[in-house]
T-cell receptor
Framework: DQQVKQNSPSLSVQEGRISILNCDYTNSMFDYFLWYKKYPAEGPTFLISISSIKDKNEDGRFTVFLNKSAKHLSLHIVPSQPGDSAVYFCAASRRTIIQGAQKLVFGQGTRLTINP | KAGVTQTPRYLIKTRGQQVTLSCSPISGHRSVSWYQQTPGQGLQFLFEYFSETQRNKGNFPGRFSGRQFSNSRSEMNVSTLELGDSALYLC???????????FGPGTRLTVT
């Protein structure tokens, strides 16, 4: 049961343009969402997160949008740069006050290629 | 501040053997989680340790086990290795399990 899905295994974008990566989830109990970037032979690097009480969070060139009714989130990168070429994973969890976050559930990843 | 470190980085084992992987979290982080990454399945959660106790567990067989020491360092053990256990094993640490997790570079395990 794939609770977090990234339906596009790959995406190719021209340098300077906007990259939009999408992620859908099925578990309505998820209330915290994250994006990670992964280069080959390295562990994932945390990029940006959003709590379910918000619908947008920005950090420099990266913006994450959350649509709770559609159970959909997206990561916008603008402008896209060659160094952004990597695999991007979205992840979701349900945080509890007592126990802290439950396990992160990851999507399958989207390979983003930025063309010069 | 040093990042998450994992040892060894690469490992080759044969079927039936057992293996122990090690993870040192970021200083001050008390939660350590383990993940398995394979091309077909993506990142799959194995388990999470917090203050030496397993707090969360994924859907892996009992051959996969772990522990955490008082200094928050963690080890993961896989017994009776199978070919399908070949994967990148990633460890991630966080302050208390909530919020973002910081990943190590992983241990690439190959079972022949």
């Amino acid at each position: 049961d794939q609770q977090v899905k990234q339906n596009s295994p790959s995406l190719s974008v021209q340098e300077g343009r906007i990259s939009i990566l999408n992620c859908d989830y099925t578990n309505s109990m998820f209330d915290y969402f994250l994006w990670y970037k992964k280069y080959p032979a390295e562990g994932p690097t945390f990029l940006i997160s959003i709590s379910s009480i918000k619908d947008k969070n920005e950090d420099g060139r990266f913006t994450v949008f959350l649509n709770k009714s559609a159970k959909h989130l997206s990561l916008h990168i603008v402008p896209s740069q060659p160094g952004d070429s990597a695999v991007y994973f979205c992840a979701a969890s349900r945080r509890t006050i007592i126990q802290g976050a439950q396990k992160l559930v990851f999507g399958q990843g989207t390979r983003l290629t930025i063309n010069p | 501040k040093a990042g998450v470190t994992q040892t060894p980085r690469y490992l080759i084992k044969t079927r039936g053997q057992q293996v122990t992987l090690s993870c040192s979290p970021i200083s001050g982080h008390r939660s350590v989680s383990w993940y398995q990454q394979t091309p077909g399945q993506g990142l799959q959660f194995l388990f999470e340790y917090f203050s030496e106790t397993q707090r969360n567990k994924g859907n892996f067989p009992g051959r996969f086990s772990g522990r955490q020491f008082s200094n928050s360092r963690s080890e993961m053990n896989v017994s009776t290795l199978e070919l399908g256990d070949s994967a990148l094993y990633l460890c991630a640490s966080s302050l208390d399990g909530g919020g973002e997790q910081y990943f190590g570079p992983g241990t690439r395990l190959t079972v022949t």
